[in-house]
């Protein structure tokens, strides 16, 4: 499966922003998906995961309340609505898809991966 993230940008704290996540290439609605980020000079970090048919998501610490991770797969697409945006969600967002119905948070366990969008959150 090849993957699209786009819908990054720059804003200021408080904004909020959706990203999207295209897939092409394979059966998409048999494939969790998540959410990953890369901040400057710091390891990639889990974000949001969802399982085949959005029937179960889960979030970092750190996001949980203020993201929410969606699936359509009638479009082969998942999002990531971010609210209440801060300055330390400013990181290089990437989205990743695992041939499987569970979703998991660990990034080695996925097997496709989007090229990535800045988000850029201004204080």
């Known amino acids: 499966v090849q993957l699209q993230a786009s819908g990054g940008g720059l804003v200021q704290a408080g904004d909020s922003l959706r990203l999207s996540c295209a897939a092409s290439?394979?059966?998409?609605?048999?494939?969790?998906m998540g959410w990953f980020r890369q901040a400057p000079g710091k390891e990639r970090e889990f974000v949001a995961t969802?399982?085949?048919?959005?029937?179960?998501?889960d979030y970092a610490d750190s996001v949980k309340g203020r993201f929410t991770i969606s699936r359509d797969n009638a479009k082969n697409t998942v999002y990531l609505q971010m609210n209440s945006l801060k300055p330390e969600d400013t990181a290089v967002y990437y989205c990743?898809?695992?041939?499987?119905?569970?979703?998991?948070?660990?990034?080695?366990?996925?097997?496709?991966w989007g090229q990535g969008t800045l988000v850029t959150v201004s204080s």
């Open positions: 290439g394979r059966t998409f609605s048999g494939y969790s």
């Open positions: 990743a898809g695992r041939q499987s119905s569970y979703h998991i948070s660990y990034a080695g366990a996925y097997n496709y």
């Open positions: 969802i399982n085949y048919n959005g029937g179960s998501t």
